[in-house]
């Protein structure tokens, strides 16, 4: 099945560029997706990329799909200290099939 | 409603006894996901439902698990037997995403029931 990596750890000082990495198998994945959690808080999706797409930028976050690796990157500009939390890259196909998540990287930001 | 809503939020029980998980999904939304999250873990899906049946039940671990959609609305998540490996997050997602439809998948959570067998 499905296997989706990424590292578990980043820690990055209040104002710099945050970048989060996902690696992932199943090449037929269709939509890749990037959720925020805090804590006790539910999973919030912060955005998401067709795989037909390279790039999608939303304000202070870019999204960057390399297909041919299955790699996917999520860079936060501008980091501030309310983005700290744990960052899940999910992928997916097209209608309801649900999605495979990786195990989350823990975001730190040091003021 | 607004949200995805789940009840309870914390629960506590001993080894052996049952357990129901309520979800109360956004109204008007078909699908209904269960996933479970371990401490330090992504969220590991075990069930979702169409409408009232379920589409794919091949997360769950074992046959002490069961969920239920009666009406195509709220879903119950029933744990028989409890042991303290099932001591985790149990989240609930809802989607309007049809069967086979186009476009992305997106998932609206709840906060999760944290479920503590003793």
């Known amino acids: 099945g499905e296997d989706v990596e990424q590292s578990l750890f980043l820690s990055v000082r209040e104002g710099d560029s945050s970048v989060i990495n996902c690696t992932y198998t199943?090449?037929?994945?269709?939509?890749l997706y990037w959720y925020k959690q805090e804590p006790g808080a539910g999973l919030q999706l912060l955005t998401y990329i067709f795989s037909n797409m390279d790039m999608k930028q939303d304000q202070r976050l870019t999204v960057l799909l390399n297909k041919k690796d299955k790699h996917l990157s999520l860079r936060i500009a501008d980091t501030q200290t309310g983005d700290s939390a744990i960052y899940f890259c999910?992928?997916?196909?097209?209608?309801?099939?649900?999605?495979?998540f990786g195990k989350g990287t823990r975001l730190s930001v040091i003021a | 409603g607004a949200g995805v809503s789940q009840t309870p939020s914390n629960k506590v029980t001993e080894k052996g006894k049952y357990v129901e998980l309520r979800c109360d999904p956004i109204?008007?939304?078909?699908?209904l996901y269960w996933y479970r999250q371990s401490l330090g873990q992504g969220p590991e899906f075990l069930i979702y439902?169409?409408?009232?049946?379920?589409?794919?039940d091949s997360g769950l671990p074992n046959d002490r698990f069961f969920a239920v959609r009666p009406e195509g609305s709220v879903s119950t998540l029933k744990i028989q037997r409890t042991e303290r490996g099932d001591s985790a997050v149990y989240l609930c997602a809802s989607s309007s995403a049809g069967l086979a439809g186009a476009g992305a998948n997106v998932l609206t959570f709840g906060a999760g029931s944290r479920l503590t067998v003793l």
């Open positions: 199943d090449s037929s994945s269709t939509y």
């Open positions: 999910a992928v997916g196909n097209s209608g309801n099939t649900p999605l495979v």
């Open positions: 109204s008007g939304h078909t699908a």
């Open positions: 439902f169409q409408g009232t049946g379920a589409a794919d």
